[in-house]
């Protein structure tokens, strides 16, 4: 294997898979990266074993192929410490990368590519393109509510779901619920799966972008992405998801209409003496008046209140004030619209003009 390649290039795909640049004294070929030279295209492979992302550079002089594996933090650092314009001249001999990078030379050891682990034969069932940017929104209006270091190992995650000519994107961690649809123009063979959330993390990261239609390929233990010249594929959570269509509200009566700037406020102000284990206030509601009272551990007490048009049946509830701040900072819609369960025991928020977007939090007991 021998090419040369200039370093600003290099280093530019170096970073954009350097997040899983880690340490593993257990497994140490992670900690490289797989460099493949095939019909003139150099690709970076790195992996963590549950994400892998691969950077596909179009190589402009001559080349030979051939494939081995480097640590990847030395060769970002050689890159770092040469100058931007240099050529970085790689040949592998005798099972040894050599690298040269204007006056200085490096020889480094490697280790056999087919020891690497990588999911060069991907197999899929489904296919679909969307927009990058509609998929991030996606991801922002419901990560937060994804389970972290659950039990129900289900829950850390997010689960996508193609139902009839839309994609369900939900996430809950057991106590709140978020729920993106995004309508499908396209009709793709129906899936359900989990997506960690140490991959949907990643995925995120990967689309600050400039918008574009991103291809995704669903397998039956992996789901694939290509963004640009960039392909990351993360290994899929195996277990069924909660059946989440049993807390969404089939019959939507009452409602409390809200601005989200007003309510937020209240919120945040109520917070400052909440409890720091439970995080819990008191919602009153009656009389075209909305009240929030909060206490803490040191019995110091909080109370905020302002106006609002509802003259229903007097409700009292007690929430985590966090869950609702958090779906609060999520919409970007002036007003929500707030419905309270019939047996009383979680409420559901949804943001007025946009049925595509809707949160489930629990109540607490009182």
């Known amino acids: 294997m021998k090419f040369n390649i200039k370093n600003n290039i290099l280093i530019k795909n170096l970073q954009k898979i350097n997040r899983l640049f880690v340490k593993n004294p257990s497994f140490p070929i992670l900690e490289n990266i797989l460099i493949s030279v095939k019909n003139g295209m150099l690709s970076l492979t790195s992996t963590n074993l549950e994400v892998e992302l691969i950077s596909i550079i179009k190589l402009t002089t001559q080349n030979t192929p051939g494939n081995t594996t480097i640590s990847g933090r030395k060769l970002l650092d050689i890159c770092r410490h040469s100058l931007h314009s240099s050529d970085i001249k790689m040949q592998l001999n005798k099972n040894k990368m050599h690298i040269t990078s204007d006056n200085s030379n490096y020889i480094l050891t490697t280790l056999p590519a087919d020891n690497f682990p990588n999911h060069h034969d991907f197999h899929h069932i489904s296919e679909f393109f969307i927009s990058s940017n509609i998929l991030k929104k996606t991801i922002e209006k419901t990560q937060f509510s994804m389970g972290k270091q659950d039990v129900r190992y289900y829950l850390n995650g997010i689960l996508l779901e193609k139902i ?94 809200f601005n989200c700037k007003t309510l937020k406020q209240s919120l945040l102000r109520a917070s400052i003496l909440s409890h720091e284990k439970f995080c819990g206030v008191e919602m009153h509601i009656r009389n075209n008046q909305f009240k929030v009272l909060s206490d803490n551990q040191e019995e110091e007490t909080a109370e905020d209140t302002f106006d609002i048009n509802y003259t229903g049946n007097a409700i009292e509830i007690s929430v985590n004030v966090y869950y609702i701040l ?15 369960n019939n047996t009383n025991n979680s409420i559901q928020i949804e943001a007025e003009n946009d049925a595509s977007i809707l949160y489930v939090v629990m109540l607490l007991k009182r």
Not at 212 to 218: E, F, P, S, T, Y
Not at 326 to 340: D, G, P
């Open 164 to 257: 009839d000519n839309s994609l369900n994107v939900v996430a809950t961690d057991g106590y709140r619920l978020a729920m993106s649809t995004i309508p499908l123009k396209e009709n793709i063979i129906s899936f359900s799966i989990i997506i960690p959330r140490k991959g949907i993390v990643e995925l995120y990261r990967l689309l600050n972008t400039q918008t574009q239609l991103i291809r995704v390929l669903v397998g039956k233990n992996n789901i694939r992405v290509y963004i640009e010249d960039l392909i990351f594929t993360a290994q899929l959570i195996e277990g069924q998801y909660p059946d989440y269509k049993n807390v969404l509200l089939t019959q939507k009566n009452d409602f409390i209409y």
């Open 326 to 340: 958090e779906i609060l900072n999520a919409i970007t819609h002036e007003n929500i619209f707030l419905f309270l």
